[in-house]
């Protein structure tokens, strides 16, 4: 038995938060792709704030031991977060000469650890103080403010992924904008195919079990090789096919990643409208088969409308989903955040791989957090 006074995830927290401490905060390289030097946290920082930091940052983890109201921990953890933020970008300053646009300054390690500690702490303390929807989307939006603040005044202007961003800035928001359209195109065509076949199926038993395996083994078939064999049948129809190729229908560019998300994504929204149509109580039906409703009424006004929160349930499921899948778009032709994932691995340069990494894990974590706050709001309403 632990003692009363211990928080069993604080123990692992502090222990992150001591091995950040004594990892480098920073490496800095002459350029971006030879060999880095790593600067501690005294070192990369201006004295005596790094020594200031390491204590701030120590005491945070020594109070993550301690069982307290989930208020404070979380105030603690959002508060060493910023400071981490803050600390990056004056290490980053601190390394770069004045005119230097070659060197770049990346966060190591200790930097690293430090941020998985305080968001252990944060997502623990906003488990245990069983946020509410709107709660949940507040704070989401109050990260996302801070974040943009921080870019806007230049917080971490000298910090090696921005530095690729100055440079691909043009580059960046249109792959940004094709990665969007990707993870949002398939998911509309899935859900406008995937709501109504669900209903047949709901209705024709005999055929539910066939159709269900075949949409079950696409979901098997590992994401490269479904992208590589669409490559062949989609260049067919766009050779042979009069129209194909001025709707933009290729052997490779976006067409293949579009189909292939969509294929991806039929399962999710076909298996929970199948459960969200089974889930719908018995008396509902009786009642709306006794006022004399008919059997696409009763669907329209009474089932799909209870079956709702299931089928959000599952865009939120394929949207992150698609969010993620849409990175490997890049390897035939497709865009997408993915182009500079892979060109940094290519490059061997973490910078660029940040740069597409980055935005896409924020965009589905966003994602997540703003379609369960309103699959949690649509059926606790539902309830009531």
């Known amino acids: 038995m632990g003692h009363a006074w211990c928080d069993r995830l604080g123990v692992i927290i502090a222990g992150l938060v001591a091995f950040a401490l004594w990892s480098p905060l920073v490496v800095f390289k002459a350029n971006r792709i030879v060999p880095g030097q790593a600067l501690g946290w005294v070192d990369a920082l201006p004295a005596p704030l790094g020594l200031v930091a390491m204590v701030m940052f120590g005491s945070v983890g020594a109070l ?14 959002l508060a060493s977060l910023i400071g981490l933020a803050v600390a990056l970008g004056f290490a980053a300053d601190m390394a770069t000469t004045e005119g230097d646009k070659i060197s770049r300054t990346a966060p190591a390690s200790g930097l690293w650890i430090a941020a998985l500690a305080f968001g252990l702490l944060a997502t623990d303390s906003v488990v245990k103080l069983r946020l509410g929807p709107i709660a949940r989307v507040a704070l ?8 943009g603040a921080a870019l806007w005044f230049g917080l971490w202007e000298n910090v090696s992924v921005l530095r690729e961003y100055a440079n691909q800035a043009e ?6 904008g094709t990665h969007i359209i990707l993870a949002l195109g398939s998911l509309a065509a899935a859900v406008v195919v995937g709501i109504p076949l669900g209903i047949v199926l709901h209705k024709a038993k005999p055929i539910r079990a066939g159709v269900v395996g075949v949409l079950s083994a696409i979901q098997t078939v590992p994401s490269i090789a479904l992208f590589g064999l669409l490559i062949a049948p989609l260049a067919w129809v766009s050779a042979n096919i009069p129209g194909a190729a001025n709707l933009g229908i290729a052997g490779i560019g976006p067409a ?26 018995a008396a509902a039906n009786e009642a709306a088969k006794g006022m004399g409703m008919t059997t696409w009424q009763r669907m329209l006004r009474i089932q799909l409308p209870l079956a709702f929160p299931s089928l959000l349930t599952a865009i939120r499921v394929v949207l992150v989903q698609n969010i993620g899948l849409a990175t490997i778009a890049s390897l035939i032709g497709g865009g997408g955040l993915g182009v500079f994932v892979f060109q940094g691995v290519g490059q061997t340069a973490m910078d660029l791989v940040l740069l597409g990494a980055v935005p896409t894990v924020a965009l589905a974590f966003a994602s997540a957090v703003v379609l369960d706050a309103l699959v949690e709001g649509v059926s606790t309403k539902g309830r009531t």
């Open 64 to 77: 993550a031991l301690l069982r307290f109201d989930p208020r404070w921990r979380l105030v603690l953890a």
């Open 256 to 281: 293949p990643a579009m189909v292939a998300l969509f294929l991806y994504s039929l399962m999710p929204v076909v298996a929970n409208t199948l459960s969200g149509l089974a889930a719908v109580p």
């Open 140 to 147: 989401v939006v109050l990260i996302a403010g801070l974040a």
């Open 171 to 176: 580059v960046f928001w249109r792959e940004l």
